[in-house]
């Protein structure tokens, strides 16, 4: 339109035109930082995740052997989580052993 302004119809505002188009850039900028931002997020939760489930093995892993040690609290925790480690232990799932 700015090339062959001569063809323009006359209904067409062409500032309002080029704002609206200016304003389309800037929001699909936008919408690409919030999109990578979003990536970002999403990947250091999956990380996260990742280390938080890492950790909760290793202690589900003490907590058992506690368990089978009879050393305090450990079999009262135990209990309580196992049923969050059906696959753990003896090779069985949780409803093979019952």
Avoid: H
């Avoid at 035109?17 to 919030?34: G, H, N, P």
Wanted: proline share 3%.
């Amino acid at each position: 339109m700015t090339q062959f302004p001569e063809v323009v119809p006359s209904f067409i505002d062409l500032n309002e035109f080029e704002r609206d188009f200016q304003t389309r850039v800037e929001a699909e900028e936008l919408i690409m930082l919030a999109e990578d931002a979003l990536r970002k997020l999403i990947d250091m939760k999956i990380l996260l995740d990742y280390d938080n489930y890492q950790d909760e093995l290793a202690f589900y892993r003490s907590v058992r052997y506690s368990a089978s040690e009879k050393i305090g609290n450990a079999v009262t925790v135990y209990n309580d989580m196992k049923q969050f480690f059906p696959w753990t232990g003896s090779g069985k799932t949780q409803t093979e052993e019952k």
